[in-house]
C-alpha cells in the first residue's frame, strides 16, 4: 500500500497524519503504527492520528501513541484541527469528536485554541497531584528541572506508581515570570516528548488548584515551545479550559508500507 501521510508538529510534540475520510488505514495493525512512528525505520513521530468522517461533528480524531495505544491528544487535537482547515473541512472554527467527546477549537494562522474537557477530580497527595484532562497526568514539582533525568526519573513513577494501565508524568518548576517550566515522559511514546498539551493543561490546573498561581491563565514554557492554558473555576471544578498554542505542517509524502 501507498500511503499518503503529513507531519504536523505542535511545540514539538510531533505526529504522522493520515486523512483517513475513506477508512482504508487498517487500525488494527498497531505493528504498522508503531513502525511509521519509528524514527529510525519510518517517518517518526510521538504518534498517528488519523482524521475521519464524524456523523455527529466536523471530523473525527483518532490518536494513536507511538507504541499503538489510544489516548486524547491536546497537542494532536490542535494538529488535527490545523490539518481539517488545511483539507478545507472546517473554516476557522470547529467541533470534532474525539476518544474523549466533543471538543470545540478556533483557528488563527497556525494558532489554535482547543476546548479541553472539564476536570473535577484533581487527587492531591503529598509529593503530586493526579488528574485526568482527556490523558491521565501525575504533576510534580521539582527544583533544577533542566539538570533531571526525565527519562529514567518519568519511567520509575509510570511504572511505580501506575502500572500497567500508566500515565503520563509532568515535572514542573515555577519561572520568574509567573509562567511555569514543564517536561514531561509521555506514556505510550515511553520517553520524554517535547510537549504534551493534555499534560501542561494538567500542570496548569494543579498548580491553580496547590495555590503555585491565582490566575486563570497560565503561561506554560516546554523545552518545545510555549503554550498557553485559560480556564474558570467554580467549587473545586474546572471548566471552560483552553489549550492554545502553534500547530504547523511540517512536510507532507507518501510512504510505502
Ligand atoms: N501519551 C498520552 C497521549 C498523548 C498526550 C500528548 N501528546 C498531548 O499532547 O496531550 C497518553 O497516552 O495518555
Partial sequence: MVLEFFKYQGTGNDFVVVDNRLD??????????????????GIGGDGLIL??????????MVYYNADGSKSMCGNGGRCAVAFAHYLGIIGTETTFNAIDGLHFATLEGDIVNLKMNNVTD????PAYSFLDTGSPHHVQLVEN???????IEGAKLRYGIYGKSGSNINFVEPAEDQSFNVRTYE????????????????VA?????QGKTASNQVDINTPGGKLAISFEQQNGSYTDIYLKGPAKQVFKGDVVC
Avoid at 484533581?122 to 497527595?125: A, C, G, L, T
Avoid at 490546573?205 to 488548584?209: D, E, L, R, S, T
Fill in 51 to 60: 482524521l475521519e468522517n464524524d456523523i455527529a461533528s466536523d471530523f473525527r
Fill in 24 to 41: 482504508f488505514f487498517p487500525k488494527d495493525d498497531l505493528k504498522l503504527i508503531s513502525k511509521l512512528c519509528d524514527r529510525r525505520f
Fill in 145 to 151: 528541572l533542566e539538570r533531571l533525568n526525565v527519562k
Fill in 205 to 209: 490546573i494543579a498548580m491553580h488548584k
Fill in 187 to 202: 506514556r505510550g511514546v515511553e520517553d520524554e516528548t517535547l510537549s504534551c498539551g493534555t499534560g501542561v493543561t494538567a
Fill in 122 to 125: 484533581i487527587k492531591e497527595k
